[in-house]
């Protein structure tokens, strides 16, 4: 797998979810994940997910952007 920031090589690792509850830290639990061993992104299925999603807001944000400055004229 190639990382799609800087091409690197990614490495399948172990992510553990810790939840802290009144000062002690828990593992709720753990999945595979892979990390770029360049640049040290981390990517999934889940982070992917929602990076699609936050892409698909910003371009309808976008669109009502510009089609408000269509109606006012402006640039």
Do not use: P
């Not at 810790?18 to 061993?37: A, H, I, K, P, T």
């Not at 990517?43 to 976008?62: C, G, L, P, Y």
Request: charged residues 25%; contains cysteine; hydrophobic residues 35%.
């Amino acid at each position: 797998m190639e990382c799609t920031w800087c091409h690197g090589f990614m490495a399948k690792e172990r992510l553990y979810d810790l939840l802290e509850n009144d000062g002690q830290v828990y593992v709720s639990g753990w999945r595979w994940v892979y990390r770029c061993v360049g640049c040290g992104k981390v990517s999934d299925w889940v982070i992917e997910q929602n990076r699609q999603i936050a892409a698909k807001a910003v371009t309808a944000n976008q669109r009502k952007g510009n089609a408000r400055n269509e109606e006012t004229g402006a640039a």
